[in-house]
């Protein structure tokens, strides 16, 4: 509501997901659940709040007749990568970490 308010996305997109993107290097060195928890708060606030307004530019740039056509493909494509950082994310932690603490 405040980008509408302000009639300004692209520093609230921005900053959402440069901030929502950096919080997810401590997660590793993090071990208190608490901190985890609020470190993990913040990078879903910032991110609810980058991701509407990232749609909102986009359905503004995208002709009506091929909207529903065009933020269905950039969803498929964002959750796909998602999708694939998991299974990557997935392979290093087996293949490559699980090495190291073995071999401790």
């Known amino acids: ?11 609230f997109i921005l900053t959402g997901f440069l901030i929502g993107s950096l919080l997810l290097f401590p997660f590793p060195f993090v071990d208190k659940p608490l901190l985890y928890a609020t470190i993990l708060g913040i990078h879903f606030v910032m991110l609810s709040a980058a991701l509407p307004t990232w749609t909102t530019l986009i359905g503004r740039h995208v002709p009506e007749e091929a909207r529903g056509r065009g933020l269905g493909k950039i969803n498929g494509i964002s959750l796909g990568a998602r999708v694939l950082a998991t299974l ?15 071999r401790m």
């Open 1 to 11: 509501m405040l980008s509408d308010r302000l009639g300004k996305r692209k520093p």
């Open 88 to 102: 990557l994310s997935g392979m290093v932690m087996t293949f490559v970490v699980g090495e190291t603490f073995i």
